[in-house]
């Protein structure tokens, strides 16, 4: 009887090498506990998988824009909140300055405080500004002293052309004639001025005039989230205090400083009572993007869990795979050595 021990061999190699191929499948399940072919063992099922990471993605996605605007939205409040405390302090101290001592300390105290509400809507979060609208690159807020090169003047420079135009403040009457007559300070905050140059934007507001800043935080869901900070609330409350950090309380008569400084006052309180409200819809919009976040977890998981039900292996099932096909593999590497150890002297 003739024996091929060339066919024999290549016989022997060639399963010897399934079996290395499906031991190492076996591993890789052990390890990750997903089955290691996942077409081969789906079968019919492969599509649904496909459907199901497609949709796991998009879920990751939406948290993901979610997780980055509820970021933004609590450095935003937290800025309106330093706002808030601003005008509540500026708007105590007003109103209980009414000596000629304490309205000495007046002007200094709205320029700081002036400096300080800059700093908060020029906050930044990641490299974007948070109140430029969809000029997320830009500081909205032009420094009190610092001039802008679009109109060549500071935005104090600008209220002090418009007192030095309409005045002098002699009287309660004249003091309310600049604060609010034609071409007055209000015109700078209203942006009706005559001059160009002399109103809020460009002069004091640097960002985008329309729009918002909106993100998608689902197929259906689209949120517009931005707050500007050429809000209405942010100008009566820099109106107010730039109204007293232009007029020093000993350079005018005391019966035209009280009507300018009651006025200042309005607009410090109309600002501060904006900046409740500028809050109050940025939280409500808060709890919009928190619920969404909280429906993408529970997307996810379940996604999670059905994902893991089509694709994860019985790791009881592959460990008892595994024993068989080390079995398998030792018994067959024992033939090939002894086949390897067959001479014609034995044979014969």
Known sequence: MYISTLASHLQLNSSIRSLQSQLMDAQKEISTGRKADLVA????RAAEDVDLRNALADANEYKGTTDI???RMDSMQAALSGVHDIAEQMRNTALTSRDSVSRHYLQQAAATALDRINSFLNGEVGDRTLFS???TNVSPMQGANTVNGATGVSPQQAVNQVIANLGPITDAASALAVANG???VSSIFNDTNSNPNLRYTPTFYNGATTGTVGARLDRGSQIDYGVRADDPAFREL??????L???PSGSIPDDAYAAWQDEAIKHISAGFQGTIDVSAELGYKQ????DASTRHDATIAQLNNQVANLEAADPYETSLRLSQLQTQLEATFSITARMNDLT?????
């Open 41 to 44: 063992a789906l079968r019919d």
């Open 69 to 71: 605007v509820a970021s």
């Open 133 to 135: 609208g969809y000029q």
């Open 182 to 184: 034609p071409d007055g």
């Open 238 to 243: 820099q109106q107010g205090l730039y109204m």
């Open 245 to 247: 950090s232009s007029v």
């Open 287 to 290: 709890s919009v993007v928190a």
């Open 344 to 348: 014609l002297t034995k044979f014969l």
